[in-house]
């Protein structure tokens, strides 16, 4: 017999909601084949089955928080299980003159193709025949917004003339909502927040980005960003002043030797910051690749639940969205957070003249419990050297 508990989705995350048993009682199950979904505030996903058998009994009902480590559900393992088909449940025989209940219809078949889990999450839950949805991603492939599309319903009829007009829509929040929220109010409970803003000449790495981008894409499969430059920039920071990559724990100091940084990503209800391991000893081509994968999985419900625990420090792009600067919440229980800014021309004056340099604004939410001032300034010092002397290739 195997518990099947609640897994911890983050280092400071303690229950999840269990939001779909994807099995139910008598089920077969497969080891690493999904079992049920949670929602926390860091993460939405399908949790897979520890191991292959048979559903025995299920102790958490959908919709209910649990704290994490708690068994939910307990599976009969196969060499336990008999080969042939679970006992049959006594019940009286129907009467003779009862019609056969009709077979069950087959569920909806789906288009061949690669299909995100999201869209075949989606299609279970609407009964939805894929093979009459029309896809309008790339080769033809079904997205998330097509069936959203093929959900819609056709538009109402316009009210009455003279007929009172509704003013609100009134929806509850989602459980990773609600989440993210009590998980951002605890932050600022916790920590004396504080951020610093410094001004980063960004125009060596924008050439060594446009130098490099074209070879990079042909090589790797995938665009070559600012991002892991900034991630780059920060691990050697890091490294200089260990306070920012440590944690506080009561009275004590917790300095961690790993350099594990969270990169955020914005997902459609949402966010989750997945966790690149040792990005210290990665360079640009690796930090690269290491944050199209994570967002990748982020977004396609794939991430498994080491990859979103255990950063000692975090980063948040909004700079791909147009803003400017930003003052992040710092992820607990981390420190220091920075953010980052779009990279745009700006005209500045050098050597009392003006000049057109690739400026981008950094910020840095830090802890004041444990961080001056003065420490977080040299910290962002150090960033901006980094980059603004970046010699480091690319390939």
């Keep these: 017999m195997t518990d099947v508990v609640m897994p911890q989705m983050g280092e400071s995350i303690v229950e999840g909601t269990l939001t779909k048993w994807l099995k139910k009682p008598g089920d077969r199950v497969e080891r690493d084949e999904p079992l049920f979904e949670i929602s926390t505030d860091k993460v939405d996903t399908e949790i897979p089955s520890p191991a292959a058998g048979v559903v025995s009994e299920i102790l958490v009902e959908e919709g209910k928080t649990v704290g994490i480590d708690t068994v939910v559900a307990r599976i009969e393992e196969s ?111 916790t920590s004396a927040h504080v951020t610093t803003i410094h001004r980063v000449d960004m125009t060596k790495v924008v050439k060594m980005r446009e130098r490099y981008k074209a070879e990079f894409q042909a090589s790797y499969g995938f665009s070559l960003t600012y991002l892991p430059f900034l991630t780059r920039a920060a691990a050697v920071a890091l490294r200089h002043f260990p306070l920012l990559n440590a944690s506080l724990d009561g009275s004590n100091i917790v300095y961690h030797n790993d350099i594990d940084i969270g990169i955020a990503v914005a997902l459609e209800n949402g966010l989750i910051v997945p966790v690149i391991r040792g990005a210290d000893e990665k360079n640009v081509a690796g930090l690269q690749r290491a944050i199209v994968d994570l ?42 957070i920075m953010g980052v800014g779009m990279v745009e021309k700006t005209p500045v004056v050098i050597d009392d003249a003006i000049a057109i340099r690739s400026i981008c604004l950094l910020s840095l939410s830090f802890d004041h419990r444990l961080i001056d001032g003065a420490l977080a300034d040299q910290f962002m010092s150090k960033v901006k050297q980094v980059l603004e002397d970046w010699s480091e290739e690319v390939l």
Excluded: C, W
Aim: proline share 18%.
């Design 79 to 189: 060499s336990a299980v008999a080969p042939a088909v679970l006992p049959p449940v006594s019940s009286p025989e129907p009467p003779v003159s009862s019609p056969p209940p009709p077979a069950p219809e087959p569920p909806p078949a789906e288009p061949s193709g690669s299909l995100s889990p999201l869209v075949r999450k989606l299609a279970r839950e609407h009964n939805i025949d894929l093979s009459q949805v029309k896809g309008t991603g790339a080769g033809g492939r079904i997205t998330k917004q097509d069936v959203e599309t093929h959900l819609a319903p056709a538009a109402a009829p316009p009210p009455p003339a003279g007929a009172p007009q509704p003013r609100t829509r009134i929806e509850p929040l989602s459980p990773m909502r609600i989440k993210i929220a009590e998980h951002m109010v605890l932050s600022k409970r």
């Design 295 to 336: 967002a990748t999985r982020a977004r396609t419900r794939q991430l498994k639940p080491g990859e979103v625990q255990g950063g000692t420090f975090s980063i948040t792009n909004f700079g791909s969205y147009g803003s400017l600067v930003g003052t992040p919440i710092i992820n607990q229980p981390q420190v220091a």
